[in-house]
């Protein structure tokens, strides 16, 4: 068969594969509803089947046992113990904890409290700011506010001062969060963008960005699936 013929034989056999690239549906490892899920109004989520498995919309009794995200068991939870908090000795160390979670029977907090025993057992201060129990607000909602932020425009406000008080006296900043679809949580975000505002933690110099926190560590306690 002479050259022509072989690339239109190619050609042919290759017109009679395509439908069959068309059925991928039964193995591609993209997310697809089954045939037989589907119904006249559409798809039958997958999220409805779960929610009526688990009791519809009330949290369960014993949400422990069947939640997601993790939890210590009831007899290892350190939920009562508490930092000793920053003085103003001049002689100290100082770590400060930012906690982004609302249950303290987490693996989270559990995190966090283990962290904070080990700083206070090596002779540093602690403080702890739980963002979600101190109702700290995360939002910015105003033009005033996003400048402040954004720019350093304008006056700082009172709950943002008070946190950039115990940056300012901190050596070590801790953010301590549960990783919620790969980015960190609201307070957590809120946060960083408020208190670390320009100006405060950073400003523009001759080339380039300047930070005005020096001799400041930055970490962070993640516990993720």
């Avoid at 045939?35 to 409805?48: D, F, H, M, R, Y």
């Avoid at 906690?99 to 540093?124: I, N, Q, W």
């Avoid at 001062?161 to 940056?167: D, G, P, S």
């Avoid at 679809?181 to 960083?192: H, R, V, W």
Wanted: net charge neutral; with cysteine; hydrophobic share 40%.
């Amino acid at each position: 068969m002479s050259s022509p013929f072989k690339l239109i034989a190619v050609l042919v056999a290759a017109g009679f594969c395509v439908p069959a690239a068309f059925a991928a549906d039964a193995v591609t490892s993209a997310s697809i509803v089954p045939a037989a899920q589907k119904t006249q109004e559409g798809a039958l989520l997958e999220g409805t089947k779960t929610l009526a498995a688990k009791g519809g919309d009330r949290l369960p009794d014993n949400v422990d046992a069947v939640t997601s995200a993790s939890v210590v068991p009831v007899q290892y939870r350190q939920t009562d113990w508490k930092p000793s908090g920053f003085t103003d000795a001049k002689d100290k160390k100082r770590a400060l904890f930012i906690l982004d979670d609302p249950r303290h029977e987490s693996v989270t907090y559990d995190l966090c409290v283990t962290a904070m025993k080990f700083f206070e057992e090596k002779g540093f201060e602690v403080e702890l700011r739980d963002l979600i129990a101190n109702k700290f607000n995360p939002l910015i909602t105003t033009r005033e506010e996003f400048y402040h932020a954004k720019d350093g425009f304008g006056k700082t406000p009172a709950d943002v001062l008070t946190e950039q008080a115990y940056v300012k006296k901190a050596d070590h900043i801790i953010f301590v969060q549960p990783n919620w679809q790969d980015t960190d949580p609201m307070f957590t975000k809120g946060y960083k963008l408020r208190v670390f505002s320009k100006g405060f933690s950073y400003d523009d110099g001759p080339k380039g960005r300047v930070g005005l926190l020096p001799g400041k560590t930055f970490y962070t306690i993640m516990n993720a699936g």
